[in-house]
């Protein structure tokens, strides 16, 4: 099992590894379901599922780690 564990404690990058992981795993027919992901990544079945509806319909770019906007101060 490859273990993510809580993903909220995760950098955005890494969060953002997992879901890739989900998603490629399932679309390649390494794992059957949702329920399978989940055991074999250490997430629960809820997160796999979301995340494998957002991968199908929209593609890689739906579980990737949102871009934060750089506030600059002026001087």
Do not use: H, K, N
Request: charged fraction near 25%.
């Amino acid at each position: 099992m490859i273990e993510l564990g809580d993903a909220r404690r995760l950098s955005a990058a890494a969060q953002e590894v997992g879901r890739l992981r989900v998603g490629a795993a399932l679309e390649a027919g390494q794992v059957r379901t949702c329920l399978q992901a989940a055991e074999v990544f250490g997430v629960c079945e809820r997160s796999a599922g979301i995340w494998w509806r957002r991968y199908e319909a929209v593609g890689r770019e739906s579980v990737a780690a949102p871009v934060r906007a750089v506030r600059v101060r002026a001087s």
